[in-house]
């Protein structure tokens, strides 16, 4: 299970995160929610790794104590930019995640069909990678991050930030629906999101950031409440249930 204790990230003599308790639980979805510069990517990038803490855990171990190879096979991260500068055909790149295993050639194409098909970039399969539109190209590296995993369960973590910054509106829920069924088969997902509206329809709980620290944490219900989306992005909005799902609707005045 991965976690944050007390986490705190300095960055030129500037504290960019303080304060930070976290625990990813198997079968959620955690959104992560914040104005620019409030510290999302800061705090991913310590979960991930790639900032050395001694104070990110992976079960009961530091994560920095992980070696890449194990880390590999409970951990995937999707970044905000991922780039290739080859022309790999879209089953290779996605083959990438599988890297880590020693599960067979067999077992690996159907895991990575089955990540192709979740992403809906199945019919690109055989297209060259750099051919393909940013928004393709964000939804093969989300098949990737899948396969590496795939299918999902217990102990696992995937963090993504920001996978639907590129898509449509269609392809944004294609794409939390992949995530959220991955969810529901036991890993723990972080997501950073911009969009209120799909962390409310998505999200088991939302973290809201500001300024680097946690303003709240809970249910989308209990966060995405008018006084706190105006404290935190200066924002007025109405919050309505939803009618056909009941989750919050957030209605800019």
Not at 142 to 168: F, H, K
Request: charged content about 20%.
């Amino acid at each position: 299970m991965l976690r944050a204790e007390n986490l705190s990230v300095e960055r030129g003599g500037k504290v960019v995160l303080k304060d930070i308790n976290l625990m990813l639980k198997p079968g959620e979805m955690l959104g992560v929610l914040g104005p620019n510069g409030a510290g999302k990517s800061t705090l991913l990038g310590a979960l991930s790794g790639e900032l050395k803490t001694q104070q990110v855990w992976l079960d009961d171990t530091l994560l920095a104590q992980w070696n890449a190879a194990q880390r590999a096979k409970r951990l995937a991260v999707l970044a905000q930019s991922s780039t290739l500068s080859f022309a790999f055909k879209v089953q290779e790149v996605v083959a990438m995640g599988r890297l880590p295993h020693d599960s067979g050639q067999q077992r690996d194409t159907e895991i990575i069909r089955a990540a192709l098909e979740a992403a809906d970039v199945i019919h690109l399969l055989d297209r060259s990678y750099l051919a393909l539109s940013g928004g393709e190209r964000q939804r093969v590296h989300l098949a990737r991050v899948l396969a590496q995993l795939w299918p999902g369960e217990g102990g696992q973590s995937l963090l993504l930030d920001e996978p639907t910054s590129m898509l449509d509106p269609l392809h944004q829920h294609t794409t939390l629906h992949a995530v959220r069924e991955f969810a529901n088969r036991g890993a723990a997902v972080l997501v950073i999101l911009h969009d209120l509206n799909l962390a409310a329809r998505y999200c088991d709980r939302v973290l809201l950031l500001e300024s680097g620290r946690p303003y709240a944490l809970g249910t989308p219900e209990a966060v995405l409440v008018p006084e706190a989306l105006k404290a935190v992005f200066g924002l007025e909005v109405l919050v309505q249930a939803h009618p056909e799902r009941g989750h919050p609707l957030i209605i800019a005045r």
